[in-house]
């Protein structure tokens, strides 16, 4: 049976599920948006080499979730299991930021390498400890489906809102500031100090929110090979966390070359830019009372198939755009990608809160923060492997690097890459994802009525 400590109603936790979200989906878009083209165009890295240092990151970064989450499972402090994890990502990821975009001259290709590769490492490990124990305080905040569902949109609002700050903000910025490297450690500046504040306001908050305490006699030992079978052994979340997969390379692939693609292939600024991420932010915002409804009519699985549809199509009609695309169909595909994206982000994590809660009716144990850190672990590999497959062909297809501000001219094979980045491969993603998706069967009214049971209510 579950320990649950007596707090204050379930506003705190609304509340903070809202802000740890800005301060992370911050934090990451800024460099998800920016980061590889900063190293490429500014730094003079190649485009394979700077691919590969942000998979070995995320390869590091992937393996470190499941850690933090069994840890913050087992984790007895004065402030709770969850706090203290992140207070230390809010201060990790804003230094990692000021590394990375500050990255100064070291007159060698090897020792930039070091660097930027520490500096990733910094601002993943504060993302992972803003991640994990926020999502686990979320799951093991309600046994009701709805209530979950809820706090996921509150959730994905924050990570709306958070994605506009470390996505539009930086592009205005670099407007603003100019896209050399002063520009971008202000932009490292600035949104560092959004994730900084926006954490501690979350702390704040979430000091009272309901939460559960690890029973009497459970083990803080940490093992890898044993948390992986627990979470692969529950198919509910195994059918979730492989449909995540294909998502995240597809996503991943299609955010990062959005910058080449405004730069090379629509011939537009870093405003443009900005523009695209503040439309589909702001419908990302205003999608979710839609799909919190159609998902209590619909099923979460319905709706999370058609948004991830909707996703693909919105990036495979690139293929239609060229230099001096209409504003208006920018705006479009803009709104469009981020409806979908809202729904996307709402679906996937209100039902792994139902495979997290099947886990606890299955096992009586309270493993939320190593689900957590198992979910995240596999969308850090896939987003690797999109990163790294993404460097390396455009290496392939002729990309060339440079250490100015100023962009270069790209061969036609170069731009092709770009453009197959950005449309082709986040279509065949959703596809793959929906797939796998089909299989899904798990009814949350059953977890609900086996819940009541093991509780003996």
Same mark, same amino acid.
């Given at each position: 049976?579950?320990?649950?400590?007596?707090?204050?109603?379930?506003?705190?936790?609304?509340?903070?599920?809202?802000?740890?979200?800005?301060?992370?989906?911050?934090?990451?878009?800024?460099?998800?948006?920016?980061?590889?083209?900063?190293?490429?165009?500014?730094?003079?890295?190649?485009?394979?080499?700077?691919?590969?240092?942000?998979?070995?990151?995320?390869?590091?970064?992937?393996?470190?979730?499941?850690?933090?989450?069994?840890?913050?499972?087992?984790?007895?402090?004065?402030?709770?299991?969850?706090?203290?994890?992140?207070?230390?990502?809010?201060?990790?990821?804003?230094?990692?930021?000021?590394?990375?975009?500050?990255?100064?001259?070291?007159?060698?290709?090897?020792?930039?390498?070091?660097?930027?590769?520490?500096?990733?490492?910094?601002?993943?490990?504060?993302?992972?400890?803003?991640?994990?124990?926020?999502?686990?305080?979320?799951?093991?905040?309600?046994?009701?489906?709805?209530?979950?569902?809820?706090?996921?949109?509150?959730?994905?609002?924050?990570?709306?809102?958070?994605?506009?700050?470390?996505?539009? &903000?930086?592009?205005?910025?670099?407007?603003?500031?100019?896209?050399?490297?002063?520009?971008?450690?202000?932009?490292?500046?600035?949104?560092?100090?959004?994730?900084?504040?926006?954490?501690?306001?979350?702390?704040?908050?979430?000091?009272?929110?309901?939460?559960?305490?690890?029973?009497?006699?459970?083990?803080?030992?940490?093992?890898?090979?044993?948390?992986?079978?627990?979470?692969?052994?529950?198919?509910?979340?195994?059918?979730?966390?492989?449909?995540?997969?294909?998502?995240?390379?597809?996503?991943?692939?299609?955010?990062?070359?959005?910058?080449?693609?405004?730069?090379?292939?629509?011939?537009?600024?870093?405003?443009?830019?900005?523009?695209?991420?503040?439309?589909?932010?702001?419908?990302?915002?205003?999608?979710?009372?839609?799909?919190?409804?159609?998902?209590?009519?619909?099923?979460?699985?319905?709706?999370?198939?058609?948004?991830?549809?909707?996703? #693909?199509?919105?990036?495979?009609?690139?293929?239609?755009?060229?230099?001096?695309?209409?504003?208006?169909?920018?705006?479009?595909?803009?709104?469009?990608?981020?409806?979908? #994206?809202?729904? &996307?982000?709402?679906?996937?994590?209100?039902?792994?809160?139902?495979?997290?809660?099947?886990?606890?009716?299955?096992?009586?144990?309270?493993?939320?923060?190593?689900?957590?850190?198992?979910?995240?672990?596999?969308?850090?590999?896939?987003?690797?492997?999109?990163?790294?497959?993404?460097?390396?062909?455009?290496?392939?297809? #002729?990309?060339?690097?440079?250490?100015?501000?100023?962009?270069?001219?790209?061969?036609?094979?170069?731009?092709?890459?770009?453009?197959?980045?950005?449309?082709?491969?986040?279509?065949?993603?959703?596809?793959?994802?929906?797939?796998? &998706?089909?299989?899904?069967?798990?009814?949350?009214?059953?977890?609900?009525?086996?819940?009541?049971?093991?509780?003996?209510?």
């Amino acid at each position: 049976m579950e320990t649950r400590m007596a707090q204050p109603g379930i506003w705190a936790i609304r509340s903070g599920s809202f802000c740890i979200p800005v301060a992370h989906a911050a934090g990451q878009n800024v460099v998800t948006v920016l980061g590889l083209r900063f190293l490429t165009d500014n730094t003079g890295l190649a485009a394979g080499t700077a691919g590969l240092i942000f998979a070995l990151v995320k390869i590091y970064d992937g393996f470190l979730d499941p850690a933090v989450g069994a840890w913050s499972d087992n984790a007895r402090t004065r402030w709770g299991r969850r706090l203290p994890f992140l207070a230390l990502g809010g201060v990790a990821m804003p230094l990692g930021l000021a590394m990375l975009f500050g990255v100064p001259d070291l007159g060698s290709v090897v020792w930039t390498q070091v660097f930027v590769t520490v500096a990733l490492a910094l601002h993943a490990s504060g993302y992972t400890l803003l991640t994990i124990p926020g999502l686990a305080m979320l799951v093991e905040s309600s046994s009701d489906p709805q209530e979950r569902t809820r706090l996921m949109a509150w959730r994905t609002y924050g990570t709306a809102v958070g994605t506009l700050l470390g996505s539009t &903000m930086p592009a205005w910025l670099l407007v603003r500031f100019g896209a050399g490297r002063d520009g971008h450690m202000i932009v490292a500046l600035v949104v560092g100090a959004v994730v900084l504040a926006t954490t501690l306001l979350a702390l704040r908050l979430m000091a009272h929110a309901p939460r559960t305490v690890p029973p009497e006699g459970s083990a803080r030992g940490y093992n890898l090979v044993r948390q992986a079978r627990l979470a692969w052994a529950n198919r509910p979340f195994r059918i979730l966390a492989t449909a995540h997969i294909f998502l995240l390379f597809g996503a991943s692939i299609g955010s990062a070359a959005m910058a080449y693609f405004s730069r090379y292939v629509l011939e537009a600024g870093d405003g443009a830019l900005g523009n695209y991420f503040m439309a589909s932010t702001a419908a990302m915002v205003l999608s979710m009372p839609v799909w919190v409804r159609l998902a209590a009519r619909a099923g979460k699985k319905a709706c999370y198939i058609a948004a991830m549809a909707g996703f #693909g199509l919105a990036h495979l009609s690139w293929l239609l755009a060229g230099a001096g695309e209409p504003v208006a169909g920018v705006l479009v595909r803009a709104v469009f990608s981020g409806f979908s #994206g809202g729904g &996307m982000i709402l679906c996937a994590y209100a039902l792994l809160s139902d495979a997290v809660r099947y886990d606890y009716v299955q096992s009586g144990q309270r493993r939320e923060g190593a689900f957590a850190g198992f979910t995240t672990l596999f969308d850090k590999l896939s987003a690797a492997a999109a990163v790294a497959a993404m460097g390396g062909f455009l290496s392939a297809m #002729g990309y060339v690097s440079s250490s100015g501000a100023a962009a270069v001219v790209q061969s036609d094979s170069a731009v092709l890459a770009v453009m197959l980045c950005v449309a082709v491969v986040p279509a065949l993603a959703m596809g793959a994802a929906i797939l796998v &998706m089909l299989r899904y069967d798990l009814d949350p009214a059953d977890v609900v009525a086996a819940e009541a049971a093991l509780e003996g209510k």
